[in-house]
């Protein structure tokens, strides 16, 4: 079945660094560009980072430039997420999604069940 | 402060209808970008359910609608159910922030 599970959040001081990962099953990864969306206890959503299929082009938003790293490893079927110089605002449950393709594009069509990233000392 | 405008709450009886507006501008849904809607039920993933402005994933019932004008997208919401409270997110593309820009959500209570 198609899915993704995240992995690798927890509490972490402010300043420090995390990774998480996001193990794809189901799919071929390397169809598809990938995203990180997060959501801050109680609030909306907010897209973070994508990088297209094959990794050449990455993007983030202006929240976490500079500080958040997208990538993946295709033959390991996994996406990441480098995060540095973490601030308590980062603070959220993160998101991997799969973006579609054709009609679906910009689109997310697949998504984890999030793993939840606290920013406190 | 969300790109996407939309009403924190809406509200409507079982059976009617309700519809929930995405207000964007000439970077994002002026510009010919579709709009997206989810559905994320409580202490659930968001879930697709309006992709293109119009189409719905399989498995979504037809009581939903999509559509787009100018700078504005809406999400109808037919025959309401109890199982439809909760909240929806209406998304898209922006070309001058280049990334993806979601509206702050719409809490949909069913009275």
């Known amino acids: 079945q198609v899915q993704v599970v995240e992995s690798g959040g927890g509490v972490v001081q402010p300043g420090k660094s995390l990774r998480l990962s996001c193990a794809a099953s189901?799919?071929?990864?390397?169809?598809?560009?990938m995203h990180w969306v997060r959501q801050a206890p109680g609030k909306g959503l907010e897209w973070v980072a994508v990088t297209r299929y094959d990794g050449s082009n990455k993007y983030s938003a202006g929240s976490v430039k500079g500080r958040f790293t997208i990538s993946r490893d295709n033959s390991k079927n996994t996406l990441y997420l480098q995060m540095d110089s973490l601030r308590a605002d980062d603070t959220a449950l993160y998101y991997c999604?799969?973006?579609?393709?054709?009609?679906?594009?910009?689109?997310?069509?697949?998504w984890g069940q999030g793993t939840l990233v606290t920013v406190s000392s | 402060q969300s790109v996407l405008t939309q009403p924190p709450s809406v509200s409507g009886a079982p059976g009617q209808r309700v519809t929930i507006s995405c207000t964007g501008s000439s970077s994002n849904i002026g510009a010919g970008y579709d709009v997206h809607w989810y559905q994320q039920l409580p202490g659930t993933a968001p879930q697709l359910l309006i992709y293109g402005n119009t189409n719905r994933p399989s498995g979504v019932p037809d009581r939903f609608s999509g559509s787009r004008s100018g700078t504005s997208a809406s999400l109808a919401i037919t025959g309401l159910q109890a199982e439809d409270e909760t909240d929806y997110y209406c998304?898209?593309?922006?070309?001058?922030?280049?990334?993806?820009?979601f509206g702050g959500g719409t809490k949909l209570t069913v009275l």
């Open positions: 999604a799969r973006e579609g393709l054709n009609l679906i594009l910009h689109a997310f069509d697949i």
């Open positions: 189901g799919f071929i990864l390397s169809n598809y560009d």
């Open positions: 998304q898209s593309y922006d070309s001058s922030l280049s990334g993806w820009v």
